[in-house]
């Protein structure tokens, strides 16, 4: 018998930067969407600088989005380039360029179109967001506490000049020029890591090496002051609850004051951090708006937690389901679970956020809408990350309530204010309060009706 071999078109060279770039960015890539199609929707508001609220919408998109991408880029790169593989500063560059149009220049001009702005404002802002990202990931972490303390240092100087408003500060050239000294930033950043041979700690390694070359053994083994610790109890056997939630690791189990104070680091780092950015005479500080992001974030870390050792049986979830002395009503038992971790969680974070909105003197309709869109934000995801583990169609639906939550929590914090306390602000909260009672108990009913709630069959 002969075999007959089809011939095999390979794949077109042109488009493998585009490939290169899609499969780094990976669900990231939505970011980018969801920035071209709510700076738009910001810009139809009928309140001031509408657009330009917009392009910083857009901009944080492209941010995290150049977190994720830029980050699993480099740490390619600078493995490909350890390895000495060929044409890797070629291919970069191919990469780069790619990321500069499909990222940044494609979308500033919708944006600018569909918001009826400057092309080279949005091409600009949307630039700044993407080199800020980069350099995040780019830079070794100490550098942080230098960015921290110049910060603060500039609060010291001198006012500028009356010629250099708000206006001057926001013209295209000046976006773009500080867009071009943070991606020489970069450029020294990646230069500098091409040249380590090794990594003294975890202060000196940049995000975007750690993620391409720590093993999941590596970051057990790596203990420092901010990692959370799994306390276990002497005996587990009188107390199956207990013992299931030392079983799934950290973000359950017995809470600790250092692993409550290892939660809430982030939200205090952030805040403080918030505390170096000034505000406009008479205008709201531009952290209140992203105040219940992170309250939320803090609820959703045993969320998150579950669902990274659902999708990754070899981390020992599934083998779980084997142990002796769990409880008898395993669904349950893990429902209790995540609840029992939320007050832990959210409250510190809720009082974080109050305690900035009093330090930067925020509005009296600030405190009311963090603590509704918090409640309703909060329930809401949580139950649709809780139903998605054994539903596929509730994947896409958890992926459109995360776009909901987020503009519904922008506009509430817009509408509240910079237009004063909104009527429809409790219903609508309350209704998103409910809703995510009811996901709750729909996840709760599918993952009783399963042999064990982590096993996918």
């Given amino acids: 018998m002969s075999a007959v071999t089809m011939p095999v078109r390979p794949p077109a060279a042109a488009l493998a930067p585009l490939r290169t770039l899609l499969a780094a960015g990976g669900w990231g890539n939505?970011?980018?969407?969801?920035?071209v199609v709510l700076a738009p929707a910001l810009a139809a508001l009928e309140f001031k600088e509408s657009f330009t609220a917009g392009?910083?919408?857009a901009a944080v998109m492209n941010m995290f989005w150049a977190m994720i991408a830029g980050g699993r880029l480099v740490g390619l790169f600078n493995t490909s380039a350890g390895l000495r593989a060929p044409g890797v500063g070629r291919r970069?560059?191919?990469?780069g360029a790619t990321a500069l149009v499909a990222g940044v220049l494609l979308p500033a001009q919708v944006i600018a179109l569909a918001g009826s702005g400057s092309p080279a404002l949005a091409t600009a802002v949307l630039a700044l967001g993407t080199a800020l990202g980069l350099f995040?990931?780019?830079?070794?972490?100490?550098?942080?506490?230098?960015l921290i303390g110049l910060g603060a240092t500039a609060r010291w100087l001198p006012p500028l000049p009356e010629d250099l408003d708000g206006k001057a500060l926001l013209a295209p050239q000046m976006v773009a020029l500080a867009a071009l000294l943070l991606l020489a930033l970069c450029l020294a950043c990646w230069m500098w890591i091409t040249r380590q041979r090794a990594w003294p700690s975890t202060w000196s390694m940049p995000l975007a090496v750690a993620l391409s070359t720590a093993s999941p053994r590596d970051a057990m083994q790596g203990w420092t002051p901010l990692t959370a610790d799994t306390p276990v109890d002497r005996d587990l056997r009188q107390s199956p609850q207990r013992a299931m939630g030392v079983a799934l690791g950290p973000g359950f189990g017995r809470n600790t004051l250092r692993n409550v104070l290892v939660t809430q680091a982030p939200n205090i780092a952030v805040a403080a951090f918030w505390l170096l950015l000034a505000s406009g005479p008479g205008k709201p500080h531009v952290g209140l708006t992203f105040?219940?992001?992170m309250v939320i974030s803090a609820g959703l870390v045993p969320i998150l937690?579950?669902?990274?050792?659902?999708?990754?049986?070899?981390q020992g979830l599934h083998e779980l389901a084997l142990l002796p002395g769990l409880p008898p009503r395993p669904a349950v038992a893990l429902v209790a679970q995540l609840l029992a971790q939320l007050p832990v969680r959210v409250l510190p974070a809720l009082a974080v956020m109050?305690?900035?909105g009093v330090l930067v003197d925020a509005p009296p309709a600030y405190y009311p809408m963090l603590a509704c869109t918090s409640a309703g934000g909060l329930a809401l995801l949580s139950g649709a990350g809780l139903l998605c583990l054994h539903t596929s169609r509730a994947r896409w639906a958890s992926v459109v309530a995360v776009a909901v939550v987020a503009l519904a929590m922008l506009a509430s914090a817009m509408a509240g204010m910079i237009r004063g306390p909104a009527p429809w602000l409790y219903p609508a909260w309350g209704a998103a309060l409910l809703a995510g009672l009811l996901l709750h108990v729909l996840a709760l009913r599918r993952l009783g009706a399963m042999p064990h709630p982590w096993l996918r069959h």
């Fill in 30 to 35: 939505g970011l980018v969407v969801l920035g």
């Fill in 55 to 57: 392009l910083a919408l």
């Fill in 291 to 293: 105040a219940p992001f």
């Fill in 354 to 356: 109050l305690g900035f």
């Fill in 136 to 146: 995040w990931v780019s830079m070794p972490p100490w550098l942080m506490w230098v």
């Fill in 92 to 95: 970069a560059l191919a990469c």
């Fill in 305 to 314: 937690r579950l669902q990274a050792l659902f999708w990754r049986p070899a």
